[in-house]
């Protein structure tokens, strides 16, 4: 069955960055994009950004934009985020996504599924 | 960026009810080329990462009980549980896909009464 399985727990002072990894099993890895979420704690959910597999070109979220890196490692159908300059309000479970829809004109549209069981990364000094 | 609002912030319905969530997009979702709204729900059950349900507003993705339906276009949006069981407590989100960034409705806490 399709699968995403995360990087374990993460904890880092402010200034630092954090790599969450996440790999992929069940389907073909260059096939679909690769989304990032965050959740902090007790509060909805924020899109950080995505990756194509295939090609690793990205796109991001304004707010996060040269402050994150995603990538990926094709040979072990595993994508990576960092999130470098980390401060409190980073606090969050990150989750992995998978992206299915559709293609038009060039633009991506993607509901996420599956997601994987997401990376508690805590930002303290 | 498209704004997604969700009502209520929760609701406690009893078992065997009905329970209806509604969603509002600030510009519509609907695209035209096709006819299809980019809108999917999610159920996330407390400690477990978000869950696919419903997408193309309506389209109930493989294994998702009859019970969940979703329902509207353009920029009103309304998930219903037919009749409530006890495993649907869960907090449930909107998101559009129409474009970037993704963006999701805050969530509506679903209790039995």
């Given amino acids: ?125 | 960026d498209i704004v997604m609002t969700q009502s209520p912030d929760s609701l406690a319905v009893s078992l065997g009810e009905r329970a209806t969530i509604n969603c509002k997009s600030s510009q519509s979702v609907l695209y035209s080329s096709n006819n299809k709204n980019y809108l999917a729900w999610y159920q996330q059950k407390p400690g477990q990462p978000p869950k696919l349900l419903i997408y193309w507003a309506s389209t109930r993705e493989s294994g998702v009980p009859d019970r969940f339906s979703g329902s509207g276009s353009g920029t009103d949006f309304t998930l219903t549980i037919s009749s409530l069981q006890a495993e649907d407590v869960a907090v449930y989100y909107c998101q559009q896909y129409y474009n970037s960034p993704l963006t999701f409705g805050g969530g509506t806490t679903v209790e039995i009464k």
């Fill in chain 1, 1 to 125: 069955q399709v699968q995403l399985v995360q990087s374990g727990a993460e904890v880092k002072k402010p200034g630092a960055s954090v790599k969450v990894s996440c790999k992929a099993s069940g389907y073909t890895f260059t096939d679909y994009y690769i989304h990032w979420v965050r959740q902090a704690p007790g509060q909805g959910l924020e899109w950080v950004g995505r990756i194509k597999p295939s090609s690793g070109g990205t796109n991001s979220a304004q707010k996060f934009q040269g402050r994150v890196t995603m990538t990926g490692d094709t040979s072990i159908s595993t994508a990576y985020m960092e999130l470098n300059r980390l401060t409190s309000d980073d606090t969050a479970i990150y989750y992995c996504a998978r992206g299915s829809g559709v293609t038009v004109a060039g633009l991506i549209h993607s509901w996420l599924d599956p997601w994987g069981q997401g990376t508690l990364v805590t930002v303290s000094s």
